[in-house]
C-alpha cells in the first residue's frame, strides 16, 4: 500500500506515517525549515513512494553574494512533490518569494515577486550520467541531494534584465531646481538637439560655407 509523506513546518503535521519510516521523516521534516537536504539512504526508504514538500528557506546572503544587484530577499516558500524511482528522484517544484532589486531609472528598491514552478531530476548514482547526457539532470554530490543550489539557479535565471518602480513606470521621476533624472530615451533626445543647436555667433559662418558649397 502507498503511502504519502508529508515534509515541511507548521507543525509537521501528516496521515498516515509508517512507523518504519518515522524517524526518517522526523529528520526530513525538520530539515525543511532551514534546507531542502535528503542522502540518498533516506530517499531510497520511499522508493516507489510520493512525498510532498512544503517550507520555507532564506538563502538572502547566497543570492547577494551571487548578484551584486539583489539588495535583500525574502525567505521563499518552497511546495511541491518528490517520487523516487529507478535510480532518480524528481522533484515537482514550487517557489514562492520576494527580491529587493533597484529600478533602472531611480535606482530605488523594487519588490520583485518571485514565483516560479519547475520540475528537476536527480541522479542517485553519477555512472548513471553516461545514458542521460542529454537530459537536463543534475547528479547527486557525495549522495546527497541539496535542493538549495537548484532553487538558488531558478530564482537568479527568473530575475529580468530591468525593473523598475511604479512612479519610474507612470513617468514620475525624481527633479529638483537643478537636476532631474533622465530615462535613455530623453538623454539621447536631448543630446540630439544640443547638436543641432547653433551659435548664434556662428550662424553667419554657417551660411558663407552653404553658399560657398554651392
Not at 507548521?10 to 512507523?19: F, L, P, Q, V
Not at 531609472?105 to 528537476?120: C, F, N
Not at 553516461?130 to 541531494?145: L, Q, S
Amino acid at each position: 500500500m502507498k503511502k504519502n509523506f508529508r515534509f515541511g513546518h507548521n507543525g509537521c503535521k501528516a496521515k498516515n506515517i509508517d512507523k518504519r519510516y518515522e524517524g526518517s521523516y522526523n529528520y526530513l521534516c525538520c530539515l525543511g525549515v532551514m534546507k531542502v537536504k535528503w542522502s540518498a539512504i533516506q530517499l531510497q526508504k520511499f522508493r516507489d513512494k510520493r512525498f510532498e514538500i512544503d517550507g520555507s528557506v532564506d538563502i538572502t546572503k547566497d543570492l547577494m553574494e551571487t548578484d551584486s544587484e539583489i539588495r535583500g530577499a525574502s525567505p521563499f516558500h518552497v511546495t511541491g512533490t518528490g517520487s523516487v524511482a529507478r535510480g532518480r528522484v524528481t522533484f515537482d517544484l514550487h517557489v514562492e518569494g520576494t527580491l529587493v532589486l533597484p529600478c533602472a531609472r531611480t535606482l530605488v528598491d523594487v519588490h520583485y515577486p518571485v514565483d516560479l514552478k519547475s520540475t528537476e531530476t536527480f541522479l542517485l548514482e553519477p555512472s548513471d550520467y553516461e545514458g542521460a547526457e542529454d537530459e537536463e539532470v543534475h547528479v547527486a554530490e557525495n549522495e546527497v541531494i541539496d535542493l538549495i543550489p537548484v532553487m538558488k539557479e531558478l530564482i537568479l535565471l527568473d530575475i529580468p534584465m530591468q525593473v523598475f518602480s511604479e512612479e519610474a513606470k507612470k513617468g514620475e521621476l525624481p527633479h529638483t531646481d537643478n537636476w532631474q533624472v533622465l530615462t535613455e530615451d530623453e538623454y539621447l533626445e536631448m543630446e540630439q538637439k544640443a547638436e543641432k543647436a547653433v551659435d548664434p555667433r556662428m550662424a553667419g559662418l554657417a551660411k558663407f560655407f552653404d553658399q560657398d558649397s554651392e
